[in-house]
């Protein structure tokens, strides 16, 4: 159970920011990688079916796209407002909502970008989500206490709002 007064959530950006610059790091050190077998003499092709040293250089260029991609979150997330929510405020963006499903309670950081992170956070998998997902799309507007459905290939999943931050 997460103590609403112990909470900060610029410590959740910051383990977010922490999440992402450690994902960039291990990128780079991957493209290097991808670079090096792309213009490495044994990967020059031995005939016209051997594409080791293209397939190499479209790795390192997807690479070098998502580090793009993360640099945008990064800035993002590092002057993103943390606007604090009261339990009797509507979920909006920017909300840190726990959600109970089938006993268990999970969290959520409805951002406007970035979703599918999860960080670590006072000992608990924070999961970042947007409005365009099905789950956010749910939680906009809720309040305490409601009950939300969430339609899934495996049928629907019903949640509660158990707190908001």
């Known amino acids: 159970m997460v103590d609403r007064n ?3 959530k610029n410590k959740l950006v910051e383990a977010i920011l922490d999440k992402l610059h450690h994902e960039i790091a291990t990128l780079k050190t991957s493209a290097r990688a991808a670079h090096e077998a792309a213009t490495h003499e044994e990967s020059k092709a ?3 079916h051997d594409t080791r040293g293209l397939e190499a250089s479209y790795l390192a260029g997807a690479q070098a796209v998502r580090i793009d991609e993360i640099h945008k979150l990064i800035s993002l997330f590092k ?3 943390t606007r604090e929510f009261k339990t009797t405020d ?7 909502v726990e959600l109970e499903f089938n006993g268990k309670r999970n969290f959520y950081f409805l951002a406007a970008q970035g979703g599918g992170i999860t960080a670590e956070f006072n000992g608990n998998p924070m999961h970042v989500i947007t409005a365009q997902t099905p789950l956010g799309e749910e939680l906009i507007g809720k309040k305490l206490g409601s009950l939300i459905e969430v339609e899934t290939p495996k049928g629907i999943k019903e949640y509660r709002v158990i707190n908001i931050w």
């Open 90 to 96: 509507l979920i909006d963006a920017g909300a840190l």
């Open 79 to 81: 002057f993103l407002p």
């Open 6 to 8: 112990r909470l900060d």
């Open 46 to 48: 031995e005939d016209s």
